[in-house]
């Protein structure tokens, strides 16, 4: 069936450090790709989406490109800020079931 | 996107008792999701719930353990029944107007059940 993997975490780097979080996924068809963050005692907020390949994502200074050909989905930030501590999830949307299937999470630390 | 307002926020509870969550939302929507996330997990869909029909519920889930009601385009609710401690998690709602365009989540409801 449909499934994502994420790096395990925690990840911790310093400020204005280069971040990546690795996301691989399996899938029949063509699925929309999300990343979602989850700030410490909140909810889950959409981060970026990418709906076919090739297609870039990118919001808040985060990018992530849809790599059909090595099925990826990776979450790149040139220069992280401690407001940036929070676990992120990579999610696949099969394109015929309307559900998300999310990756295990990767808990992201920045220290000042 | 839509807003929603999922209440209550958190909650400790006895076994053996119910809670109902309620997600209301700012525009009709058709699709409704409820998931659950265990302490340090991921989220795990429990169900779906579309209006005029009943859920569907992923495996490992059961209608008499996780009553859903969705009465119209706005709103939907989720119990979860006879209550252990096992079934402490943040609860979350969910709702999308399709795979491309993303999904929008309530703030959840922390649960403990002591």
């Known amino acids: 069936g449909d499934s994502v993997t994420q790096m395990e975490g925690p990840v911790t780097l310093s400020e204005e450090a280069f971040l990546t979080i690795n996301c691989t996924y399996t899938?029949?068809?063509?699925?929309?790709l999300f990343w979602y963050v989850q700030y410490p005692g909140e909810g889950l907020q959409l981060l970026l989406k990418?709906?076919?390949?090739?297609d870039k994502g990118s919001n808040k200074g985060f990018e992530a490109t849809y790599r059909k050909e090595t099925t990826s989905f990776h979450l790149e930030k040139g220069s992280v800020q401690v407001s940036d501590s929070a676990v992120y999830f990579c999610?696949?949307?099969?394109?015929?079931?309307?559900?998300?299937?999310f990756g295990q999470g990767t808990t992201l630390q920045v220290k000042p | 996107s839509a807003v929603i307002s999922q209440k209550p926020s958190r909650d400790i509870c006895q076994r053996g008792t119910s809670l109902t969550i309620q997600c209301q939302v700012d525009?009709?929507?058709?699709?409704m999701f409820w998931y659950r996330q265990q302490p340090g997990q991921s989220l795990t869909l429990i169900a779906t719930?579309?209006?005029?029909?009943?859920?569907?519920?992923e495996s490992g889930f059961v209608i008499d353990k996780f009553p859903i009601s969705r009465p119209n385009l706005t709103f939907s609710t989720l119990t979860v029944s006879n209550m252990s401690p096992e079934d402490s998690s943040i609860y979350l709602c969910?709702?999308?107007?399709?795979?491309?365009?993303?999904?929008?989540f309530g703030s959840g409801t922390r649960l403990t059940v002591v």
């Open positions: 969910s709702v999308g107007a399709g795979t491309d365009h993303g999904y929008t």
């Open positions: 899938a029949t068809g063509y699925p929309s």
């Open positions: 990418a709906t076919k390949a090739d």
């Open positions: 999610a696949l949307g099969p394109s015929n079931t309307g559900k998300l299937i």
């Open positions: 525009s009709q929507v058709t699709m």
């Open positions: 719930a579309n209006q005029g029909s009943e859920a569907t519920y």
